[in-house]
C-alpha cells in the first residue's frame, strides 16, 4: 500500500472548513494534522516553514513537492489534481473561479472583520460594527441574487465556489450572523447542509464553537 501523499494542516475555522469539505468530496485520502490557533501553534517554527505568515490551512503535497498555503489556492490546487469540482465548460468555469474568488476577495473578509469587532474586540465600536454589518448585507444580497433560478454559485455544476462560500456561511449561522432573509441564499445552505461530505468536513479537525 502506498502511503497518503496529501498533509492537511488546518484548524477549526471557516477556511480550514472549505479544505476539509473538499477533500471529503473528493475521497482522497489525507493526514490531518491539528493546528491549535489557541494555542500558537501557528506561530511555531515548524509551521512557519509551510507558511510564512503563519495562517491555516496548508496543503502538503507529498508526490509532487507541493506545498500550497490560502484556502482558495488549495481548493484550486485540488480541483485540478483531480479533475473534480470544477466544470469542464470554459463559461461555467470561469465562473465557478469568478465566484472563488468573490468569496475570498469580499466575503472572507468582511466577515472575519465582523466576527473581531462584534465578538473578540475589546471594547465595541459602534461605527466599525455598523460598517461590517452594513457590507455583509451587501454581499449576502449579492449571492441571494446570483443563487436566483441557480441551485449553485457556477449554475448547475457543483464547485469549489460553492465549497468556499459554504467555510463561511456554515460560520455565520453558528455565531447567529442571520441571512434568513434572503430566501435564494438560504435555501443553497440547506442544500450544502445535507451533503454528506459536508456534513463531515464541518467536524474536521473538531467542531467550531461560538466565542
Given at each position: 500500500?502506498?502511503?497518503?501523499?496529501?498533509?492537511?494542516?488546518?484548524?477549526?475555522?471557516?477556511?480550514?472548513?472549505?479544505i476539509?469539505?473538499?477533500?471529503e468530496?473528493l475521497?482522497l485520502?489525507?493526514?490531518?494534522?491539528?493546528?491549535?490557533?489557541?494555542?500558537?501553534?501557528h506561530?511555531?517554527?515548524?509551521?512557519l516553514?509551510?507558511?510564512?505568515?503563519?495562517?491555516i490551512?496548508?496543503?502538503?503535497?507529498?508526490?509532487?513537492?507541493i506545498?500550497?498555503?490560502?484556502?482558495?489556492?488549495?481548493?484550486?490546487?485540488?480541483?485540478?489534481?483531480?479533475g473534480?469540482?470544477?466544470?469542464?465548460?470554459p463559461?461555467?468555469?470561469?465562473e465557478?473561479i469568478?465566484?472563488l474568488?468573490?468569496?475570498?476577495?469580499?466575503?472572507?473578509?468582511?466577515?472575519?472583520?465582523?466576527?473581531h469587532?462584534?465578538?473578540f474586540a475589546?471594547?465595541p465600536?459602534a461605527p466599525?460594527?455598523?460598517?461590517?454589518?452594513?457590507?455583509?448585507?451587501?454581499?449576502?444580497?449579492?449571492l441571494?441574487q446570483?443563487?436566483?433560478?441557480r441551485?449553485?454559485l457556477?449554475?448547475?455544476?457543483?464547485?469549489?465556489?460553492?465549497?468556499?462560500?459554504?467555510?463561511?456561511?456554515?460560520?455565520?449561522?453558528l455565531?447567529?450572523f442571520?441571512?434568513s432573509?434572503?430566501p435564494?441564499l438560504?435555501?443553497?445552505?440547506a442544500?450544502m447542509?445535507?451533503?454528506?461530505a459536508?456534513?463531515?468536513?464541518?467536524?474536521l479537525?473538531?467542531?467550531?464553537?461560538?466565542?
Open positions: 500500500m502506498s502511503p497518503v501523499s496529501l498533509h492537511l494542516y488546518t484548524d477549526s475555522s471557516p477556511n480550514g472548513f472549505k476539509t469539505i473538499a477533500l468530496e475521497g485520502p489525507y493526514v490531518l494534522h491539528h493546528v491549535r490557533i489557541d494555542e500558537s501553534e506561530r511555531h517554527p515548524d509551521f516553514q509551510l507558511h510564512p505568515h503563519g495562517r490551512p496548508v496543503l502538503v503535497d507529498e508526490a509532487t513537492g506545498t500550497v498555503f490560502e484556502s482558495a489556492a488549495i481548493l484550486l490546487y485540488l480541483a485540478e489534481q483531480s473534480r469540482l470544477l466544470p469542464d465548460a463559461r461555467s468555469r470561469s465557478a469568478t465566484w474568488m468573490f468569496h475570498s476577495a469580499s466575503v472572507g473578509p468582511i466577515l472575519g472583520q465582523r466576527v469587532f462584534e465578538m475589546d471594547a465600536y466599525a460594527i455598523e460598517r461590517y454589518r452594513r457590507l455583509s448585507a451587501e454581499f449576502f444580497a449579492t441571494d446570483r443563487l436566483t433560478g441551485s449553485w457556477a449554475g448547475e455544476a457543483y464547485s469549489i465556489a460553492d465549497i468556499a462560500g459554504y467555510g463561511w456561511t456554515h460560520i455565520a449561522r455565531i447567529g442571520d441571512f432573509a434572503y435564494h438560504s435555501a443553497w445552505h442544500r447542509s445535507q451533503r454528506p459536508v456534513q463531515r468536513g464541518v467536524l479537525p473538531e467542531p467550531a464553537t461560538g466565542p
